[in-house]
């Protein structure tokens, strides 16, 4: 049952909506102070998914597209509220961060399942957000090719978070435009409509403000993407093929506020090396390189290069 506290945050980010004002800020204040204050607190405390197996950490998956869906739509009708740019920002901001930290990361985990319908619930929560052909790319390109010069979502040593949001985006959308370009025109139009839609149902400010949640998600989800693998390459064999994906080509947090809302993302060398495991069953390898705080940390310290860049560069060797 654990893995349901992202439930929680959702349902106090929701209040925080319904009060208006300072409050539709919460979420936003959730993720990036009061996470990032626990996981310094805890940095010594290691999470251990084998104490909390169940059968509920699939169910806890599989609710998030019916449970951010009417998120979203709630926070569409409190943005035609809004009575200052501030508080549609705020709404914008914090329904972003919601989609980002949970749609997508239960969106990471659906897209790999093996059966039809998780994966169509995992493009669920990436239409959300008007990402969905990432996955496509995500499962058939960065698994392919992570730790390699080919792999847009892989961040090059030294390279800042900004021009790696610019870079992987368009990395990420050419590949999977090479993968399943009918899927990505079919995803396109999916969000297209979704926006006619919002357009005449609520108007153009909320969908200006759904456009910004969007970029929110999709920039958290590329600045994850940039502290899983930054610095890391996998070396050529005498054949000139990439050596196999092992432990040490990801970074590793065994953070417990990172991997119980996350479900277990923190874990993402074991991914790598099997990404068709359960995050229920996901557990730390040997070799594996660890990151010196959890995600929300190291997620607000890649905003900050010229502390970021020295820091890990430290720990590539």
């Not at 569409?76 to 509220?81: D, I, L, T």
Request: some cysteine.
């Amino acid at each position: 049952m654990i893995y349901f506290f992202p439930y929680v945050t959702l349902a106090v980010s929701m209040y925080g909506f319904y009060l208006m004002g300072n409050f539709v800020w919460i979420a936003t204040l959730i993720l990036f102070v009061c996470i990032p204050i626990i996981e310094i607190l805890t940095k010594n405390k290691k999470f251990n998914p084998a104490q909390h197996k169940s059968n509920w950490g699939t169910a806890s998956l599989v609710l998030t597209p019916f449970i951010l869906t009417p998120c979203l739509l709630y926070s569409f009708f409190q943005m035609q509220k809004a009575t200052t740019w501030l508080e549609l920002l705020g709404l914008s901001i914090s329904m972003g961060v919601l989609i980002g930290a949970f749609g997508i990361t239960s969106a990471h985990e659906l897209v790999h399942r093996r059966q039809k319908i998780y994966r169509a619930l995992g493009v669920w929560n990436l239409i959300l957000c008007n990402f969905a052909h990432w996955g496509i790319e995500h499962v058939y390109g960065h698994h392919k090719n992570v730790a390699t010069p080919h792999d847009p979502a892989t961040a090059r040593k030294n390279e800042w978070i900004y021009t790696f949001w610019v870079r992987t985006y368009i990395g990420v959308l050419r590949g999977a435009w090479t993968i399943a370009k009918q899927k990505v025109l079919a995803y396109w139009l999916l969000s297209l409509i979704l926006s006619v839609i919002i357009y005449f149902v609520f108007g153009p400010k909320v969908l200006g403000g759904w456009w910004i949640a969007s970029l929110f998600a999709i920039s958290l989800l590329q600045t994850v993407d940039y502290i899983e693998h930054y610095g890391l390459l996998r070396s050529k064999n005498e054949d000139g093929l990439y050596s196999a994906v092992k432990a040490h080509h990801a970074w590793d947090t065994a953070s417990v506020a990172t991997n119980v809302h996350l479900f277990n993302l923190g874990l993402h060398s074991h991914h790598h090396m099997k990404a068709s495991i359960p995050f229920q069953d996901l557990s730390e390898q040997p070799g594996h390189r660890e990151m010196p705080f959890g995600y929300s940390v190291m997620v607000v310290m890649a905003l900050f290069p010229f502390l970021y860049i020295p820091y890990m560069n430290k720990r590539l060797t």
